[in-house]
T-cell receptor, first 113, second 116 residues
Framework: AQSVAQPEDQVNVAEGNPLTVKCTYS??????LFWYVQYPNRGLQFLLK??????LVKGSYGFEAEFNKSQTSFHLKKPSALVSDSALYFC???????????FGKGTSLLVTP | EAGVAQSPRYKIIEKRQSVAFWCNPI?????LYWYQQILGQGPKLLIQ????????DSQLPKDRFSAERLKGVDSTLKIQPAKLEDSAVYLC??????????????FGPGTRLTVL
């Protein structure tokens, strides 16, 4: 079975500070990992994905994520947070045997001015 | 490039009524997904189509939910009869290739269903 865990329901950060949203995964075989962002009353927007290769993945809007195989983690990061980054963030995983994306429960990010 | 389109955006119905949702994927995308997102949870896959064939419907409550994708393009998801626990956002997504597990899924804005 494949799954992801997002241990924090909410992350609060001041504008201009670095942000981290945590994700750990459990799969059999090689993981394909994704981050999506959801703004109120909107669908999910793709940020970035890890398939293979370089452990540091760069994505949209200045976000990046680091794949750590030994810690089975894929944390989302941004060097300097913006108020407009406030939204719900979802980590998702797919293993090599299936097609379905398994999503975490989401982490609400609040960036204060 | 136009994104995934869904309609309606909002729907309120009484329990035991029926409802249908429509999705138009990104042009040329072979694979289409329907997800259910209950408040406070991540999306859960209901059904996946590759062209107009079903790949995975293992989590679709088949006694009340049905879906079709005619001609491998548009898709409809139907609930009949609806229950209170069906209140959720129904998300449609599409991806380019058929059978590529590394493909990115692109999501539509969703349909928010409220069952009273």
């Amino acid at each position: 079975a494949q799954s992801v865990a997002q241990p924090e329901d909410q992350v609060n950060v001041a504008e201009g500070n670095p942000l981290t949203v945590k994700c750990t995964y459990s799969v059999s075989g090689n993981p394909y990992l994704f981050w999506y962002v959801q703004y109120p009353n909107r669908g999910l927007q793709f940020l970035l994905k890890y398939i293979t290769g370089d452990n540091l993945v760069k994505g949209s809007y200045g976000f990046e994520a680091e794949f750590n195989k030994s810690q089975t983690s894929f944390h989302l990061k941004k060097p300097s947070a913006l108020v407009s980054d406030s939204a719900l963030y979802f980590c998702a995983v797919r293993d090599g045997s299936g097609y379905a994306l398994n999503f975490g429960k989401g982490t609400s990010l609040l960036v204060t001015p | 490039e136009a994104g995934v389109a869904q309609s309606p955006r909002y729907k309120i119905i009484e329990k035991r009524q029926s409802v249908a949702f429509w999705c138009n994927p990104i042009s040329g995308h072979a694979t289409l997904y329907w997800y259910q997102q209950i408040l406070g949870q991540g999306p859960k896959l209901l059904i996946q189509f590759q062209n107009n064939g079903v790949v995975d419907d293992s989590q679709l409550p088949k006694d009340r939910f049905s879906a079709e994708r005619l001609k491998g393009v548009d898709s409809t998801l139907k609930i009949q009869p609806a229950k209170l626990e069906d209140s959720a956002v129904y998300l449609c997504a599409s991806s380019l290739a058929a059978g590529a597990r590394t493909d990115t899924q692109y999501f539509g804005p969703g349909t928010r269903l409220t069952v009273l």
